[in-house]
């Protein structure tokens, strides 16, 4: 049960729509599925931080004001930094990035940066682990339930990365020029947003 119920909850992620799914989704169109393969490590990895964070009882340091408040602030400033980028990005439609681990390492820590430095994630995992120890009060339990939890974001976030594999067919250079206007504009929205919740 504590499998299925995390698995599930998981899942349930995907209608969460933040700075990390387009930064996902831009990976992968432009850059292929290893592009979008390493955010999504990045991702995952930066969700196990928080998830340990809270198991050794540091959800309380994250979350208190003066935390929230330099977080919020790198965050925001990591989220203004994309914004522009993808603004002013010329676009260039490529099949696969070169299988350096520079190139690689380089989505891995934009994946975990976007994703760690978002104090509306740890507010998420906080809820979990929470409700985790309120339902599992077993160790066993509860880690299953956490490890069925972050399996269940994984497999959402490789579905959008192979999902716009199939979709990078039908776009044009045009149009994924477009969309990346749009995703500046939402992480520049979405940078103010993060701001205005810790000021």
Do not use: H
């Not at 899942?11 to 592009?35: D, E, H, R, T």
């Not at 393969?37 to 964070?53: E, K, N, P, Q, T």
């Not at 009882?57 to 930094?81: D, E, H, P, T």
């Amino acid at each position: 049960m504590a499998f299925i119920e995390g698995f599930g909850i998981g899942l349930g992620m995907i209608i969460f729509v933040g700075p990390v799914f387009f930064l996902l989704l831009n990976s992968s169109l432009q850059y292929g599925v290893k592009a979008g393969v390493s955010v999504a490590l990045g991702i995952i990895i930066s969700d196990l931080v928080c998830a340990v964070l809270c198991y050794y009882g540091l959800s309380s340091f994250m979350i208190a004001s003066q935390n929230q408040f330099w977080i919020g602030i790198v965050g925001s400033l990591i989220l203004v930094a994309l914004g522009f980028y993808y603004l002013f990005k010329k676009v260039k439609i490529i099949n696969e990035i070169a299988t350096s681990s520079s190139a690689i390492s380089t989505f891995f820590i934009k994946g975990f940066s976007v994703n760690f430095f978002n104090p509306f994630v740890f507010i998420v995992w906080i809820w979990i682990f929470k409700y985790g120890q309120t339902k599992y009060d077993e160790p066993g339990l509860l880690g299953v339930f956490i490890g069925s939890v972050l399996l269940g974001i994984l497999i959402t976030d490789l579905f959008k990365v192979f999902l716009s594999k199939k979709v990078k067919k039908l776009v044009s250079e045009n149009k994924l020029l477009i969309f990346f206007k749009i995703t500046g504009v939402v992480l520049l929205v979405f940078a103010v947003r993060v701001l205005s919740a810790v000021l």
